[in-house]
């Protein structure tokens, strides 16, 4: 009873037949010596059949193998889900995204040769069950049936170091949660952990964080927070992203307008379309691992892998690109991506926002300190307060420069990739600019809707003869409808935080750096610096 429960939550067709068999903890030899450990969902039947390999860190149990063991198995699909190296009882150490590519490798050579696969293996599964697709798919000699890309991108460090900037919220929510989730009652709600590892983002030095949050190092926190610098090339064995237009094997990719990865995915898809490899994605008003999303994710994924290990091709008749447009509520099928729009600039102008071009004007001035960074609200988290927010209480600081449009005539429709130009001057060279859309509703409620960042540092971007920077800022990409009545709004600030680590204004690396000092910023919007926006207008 409970299994057909999950099926139709999940969207899934009634499974017929007995149900399928588990067989738990068997171990995988890597060519180290290192044993993992997986279990196989088997679908009733001597004969070989394909398997569908899922790699995870999160363990085999609970909603994990019911939702990407035993659904899968019920709809056809013989699954082995393994536990990654160092987690959950597989052998050695637990270093993320270093391990995947040999182990993902050696796992698939193994499957290969057992008497239950016939040869052929799929991947599926989201966020780092995705990395681990991505680390084994463009390396095989036999390619993989299909792979199932959901929340996740072919390389993690833009979304590590977004602009240049140790993304704080995220790294350290995650490692509080690798750091703990093998302890006792750890999948159960914990208010108390949660506060405790909130208050640990701003713990200075950041690499101090995760003593702050559960009591001991993680490993992770340690790396991403000490090879946070401009030209570090700790993580290139875990970037993918030069692979991407050779993969041949079929994808499926879900994401979300409010996903930390984004931008990167959307990025592999434009490269495997203009490869001519066919991929197809569905993008949801989602934030990341949000419970909304599952039905999408788990059908897809399924139908997907029906369709390529099973021959049931009628689950491939779908648009390549199918998106849902916010504040319209409605479903959007696109042959590409992005599909065609209009790049129309708005000009940032002293309090405004504007079409028409911009105006003489001084340059508007804040202080960014970082004893007092500013926060920010809402956005693409992996957790606490995410998607849309009413901005309000940030709006409200004396950091923060607003530039708000006229009321719409019209309904307008942004869909693709959004940027920004801003000239800016700071006190001594550092800075961080961060850019936001906002939609301001008609009784004056501003609500997120993209946005960017990227660090200045002296000299990089170069300035001009005065000092002044032009700061090209990239947005991540949207489809939203601004309805008639509304406005446009444009926020400036020097930081977002806890989500992007505070500029100390020192240069000093964010793995040691506790003191800091502030920053004048002076944002210009004239004729001869014209600050702007660019929107990808849709249907004129």
């Known amino acids: 009873m409970l299994d057909r429960l999950l099926d139709r939550f999940l969207g899934l067709p009634p499974a017929d037949g007995p149900a399928p068999s588990v067989t738990k903890a068997i171990t995988v030899p890597m ?29 085999r149990n609970g909603l994990m193998g019911k939702v990407f063991g035993a659904a899968f198995a019920r709809q056809g699909l013989q699954t082995v889900l393994q536990s990654t190296r160092g987690t959950f009882g597989s052998g050695g ?28 293996v799929a991947m599926a599964g989201a966020s780092y069950l995705g990395h681990t697709q991505w680390s084994v798919a463009p390396y095989l000699d036999e390619p993989l049936e299909a792979v199932c890309l959901a929340v996740t991108a072919s390389e993690f460090v833009s979304a590590f170091y977004p602009g240049g900037i140790l993304a704080v919220d995220d790294m350290v929510s995650w ?52 090879h946070a610098e401009p030209g570090d090339d700790f993580w290139a064995p875990s970037d993918h992203s030069a692979r991407v237009a050779g993969l041949t094997t079929p994808v499926s990719m879900v994401t979300g307008w409010y996903d930390l990865f984004i931008a990167a995915q ?16 569905t993008i949801g008003p989602w934030a990341h691992g949000e419970p909304a999303s599952l039905r999408t994710l788990v059908s897809d994924q399924i139908g997907f892998l029906s369709a390529h290990l099973s021959g049931d091709a009628a689950q491939l008749r779908q648009a390549p690109v199918r998106l849902y447009l916010q504040g319209a509520g409605r479903w959007l099928d696109f042959g590409s991506w992005p599909p065609r729009s209009e790049p129309t600039p708005y000009f940032l102008r002293p309090g ?3 079409a028409a071009g911009p105006v003489e004007s001084k340059p508007g001035t804040f202080t960014f300190d970082p004893a007092d960074p500013t926060p920010t609200v809402g956005g693409p988290l992996l957790s606490g307060v995410r998607k849309q927010r009413d901005n309000k209480l940030v709006e409200q600081r004396w950091d923060v420069l607003l530039f708000t449009g006229d009321a719409l005539e019209n309904d307008l429709d942004v869909i693709g990739e959004v940027s920004a130009l801003v000239h800016v001057r700071t006190g001594h060279g550092h800075g961080d600019v961060f850019v936001r859309l906002c939609d301001v509703d008609r009784r004056g409620v501003s609500r997120n809707v993209t946005d960017g960042i990227l660090r200045l540092r002296p000299g990089i971007p170069e300035s001009d003869e005065d000092g002044v920077v032009a700061a090209g800022v ?27 680590a505070r500029n100390h204004g020192t240069g000093e690396p964010a793995f040691t750096a506790v003191d800091g000092k502030p920053t004048r910023f002076e944002i210009f919007h004239g004729p001869a610096r014209p600050s702007r926006i660019t929107l990808p207008v849709f249907g004129g």
């Open 31 to 59: 060519s180290d010596g290192v044993r993992l450990l997986a279990d196989r969902y088997a679908i009733p039947g001597d004969e070989p059949r394909p398997v569908v390999l899922i790699r995870t860190p999160y363990g």
């Open 266 to 281: 959307l990025r592999d898809f434009k490269e495997l379309a203009a490869a001519g490899r066919e991929p197809r994605i």
């Open 474 to 500: 990239r947005l991540d990409p949207t489809a939203y409808r601004f309805r008639r009545g509304h406005r446009l709004r444009v926020q400036v600030a020097g930081g977002a935080f806890p989500r992007f």
């Open 352 to 354: 405004g926002l504007s």
């Open 175 to 226: 490692s509080a949660l690798i750091g703990r989730q093998e302890g006792r009652f750890a999948g159960l709600p914990n208010p108390w952990q949660t506060k405790k590892t909130r208050a640990a983002m701003a713990h200075l030095p950041v690499s101090g964080a995760d003593v702050a949050a559960i009591g001991r190092q993680v490993r992770f926190l340690q790396d991403v927070s000490a």
């Open 93 to 120: 150490e637990f270093r993320p995204f270093h391990h995947e590519k040999q182990d993902g490798l050696d796992t698939v050579a193994w499957l290969r040769a057992q008497p239950w696969c016939d040869g052929r």
